[in-house]
């Protein structure tokens, strides 16, 4: 018998997403509805969205990447047949409704779609754990082998930042030894826990050990003392050639002028007690820069306390700067626009490209005219390959150019595996676009 018709059949109807929703809506009507409640799925669903990366680092849901992606997991026009269609520019639709407030009810089987977007049934769904973060709750282990307390969790803060080329989290974890370590985010597993993506500070405690090792070890290589504190051998060169330099910068310091300056700099400071740090340094210029180049922990130890500068931001007019910025962005959203090689438009982009990316990164809530106008013009990586597609098939179409998909996703340089994302929306362009010169044509 011949089974391709029922095939297409099946393809056209979307059969395999029907009976996929069906068994899990049996298996919900099924399971124990006290066993769930609504806060919990809620947190759970927030865990699930984190491992696609839709969750940001300030602990937000990326709205606009969700609906992107949620739209494309489904063919055109499945929602609408079934009551579930999405309009972006709604506050209050069902998917925004479902990802934000546990406390509003959002029928199951909109639960379900969202399910299926996750790639999760409703038995699966029981088992996830609640959403600890990016990199759970802590307290986290020092991975500094140099040290005494090394894998033990003694580590109470991290510090989340965000990756600016793939926007996941990065976590920097800084122990009392000094040794400091990151790693991109977020955490799959346990043994995430205890895995480096970089050093960015060894520490005194490390610095130690290996002056140690390599003073009381002399037949130890210069490979097994890189095993013994876990890092690579041009590490080891590198960090023991700079000892080696202090070392030699400290033998060249002269005992007697250094207990000289000291007593002059204690005796200035006991003349001038409300002197700032700059103000001393000013004062006792050669003192003080003998003193900065030979015995820098002796003189900070002694020197005034930092003062804060206070009431700085105080003459910053900030809704000056919130209309100025806008109307900045605006203008260089234009340009963009016009390039002819397409670029991504983000929030570190403009911030460069305007000199303000500071202000964008550590004061952006005082800007809210700003931080809204950000969110409608920056772009989701699927956003900005759905544009360079848009812009290839306008061509193609102006050129009397038959528009073929696997084409278009050459000249735009999507991946296969990112193809399946956008291709419902490049289809729905295709179809606008021909629709629209149809009418042209029959006008004419």
């Not at 409640?37 to 491992?51: A, G, P, V």
């Not at 000291?262 to 003998?290: A, H, N, V």
Request: charged share 30%; aromatic share 10%; net charge positive.
């Amino acid at each position: 018998m011949d089974f391709s018709i029922l095939e297409e059949v099946k393809s056209l109807d979307n059969t395999d997403i029907q009976v996929k929703l069906a068994k899990m809506a049996y298996r919900l009507l099924n399971i124990d509805i006290n066993a769930i409640s609504r806060k919990d799925i809620f947190k759970r669903y927030r865990l699930l969205l984190r491992e696609k990366n839709l969750i940001t680092t300030a602990n937000r849901i990326r709205q606009n990447e969700l609906f992107d992606t949620f739209q494309a997991r489904f063919p055109i026009g499945f929602l609408e047949k079934y009551d579930s269609g999405l309009k972006q520019e709604n506050e209050y639709n069902w998917l925004k409704v479902l990802t934000r407030n546990e406390e509003r009810h959002v029928h199951p089987f909109r639960h379900l779609l969202f399910l299926y977007f996750l790639e999760k049934d409703v038995e699966k769904l029981l088992h996830v754990g609640d959403d600890a973060g990016s990199f759970g709750t802590g307290p986290w282990p020092c991975l500094n082998k140099a040290a005494d307390h090394y894998k033990q969790l003694v580590i109470n803060h991290v510090t989340i930042t965000r990756d600016y080329k793939s926007a996941n989290p990065i976590g920097t974890f800084e122990c009392s030894c000094g040794f400091v370590y990151a790693r991109k985010g977020p955490d799959q597993s346990k043994k995430d826990t205890y895995r480096i993506g970089r050093v960015k500070l060894f520490g005194d405690t490390w610095n130690k050990k290996l002056h140690v090792l390599a003073k009381n070890n002399e037949n130890l290589s210069t490979r097994a003392i890189a095993g013994m504190l876990g890092v690579d051998s041009k590490t080891v060169i590198k960090y023991l050639s700079k000892n080696g330099q202090k070392e030699k910068a400290d033998s060249k310091a002269s005992p007697l002028l250094l207990q000289k300056y000291r007593q002059r700099l204690l005796d200035g400071l006991k003349e001038y007690p409300r002197d700032s740090r700059t103000k001393i340094r000013e004062r006792f210029k050669k003192e003080y820069t003998y003193l900065y180049r030979y015995d820098k922990e002796w003189l900070f130890g002694h020197s005034p306390e930092k003062r804060r500068q206070t009431g700085a931001n105080k003459t910053v007019n900030w809704s000056a700067r919130d209309d100025e910025y806008c109307k900045a962005i605006k203008q260089l959203y234009k340009e963009l626009l016009a390039l002819e090689k397409i670029v991504r438009i983000t929030k570190s982009l403009i911030g460069k490209r305007l000199g303000i990316l500071s202000n964008l990164e550590k004061h952006l809530h005082k800007l809210p005219k700003t931080k809204k106008l950000l969110n409608n013009v920056t772009e989701s990586v699927p956003q900005v390959q759905i544009r360079r597609c848009c812009k290839i098939i306008d061509r193609m179409l102006q050129d009397a150019e038959p528009v073929v998909l696997w084409k278009v996703q050459r000249m735009g340089a999507v991946k296969s595996h990112h193809i399946h994302e956008i291709k419902p929306h490049l289809e729905a362009y295709i179809h606008m676009k021909q629709e629209v010169d149809k009418d042209e044509r029959t006008t004419s």
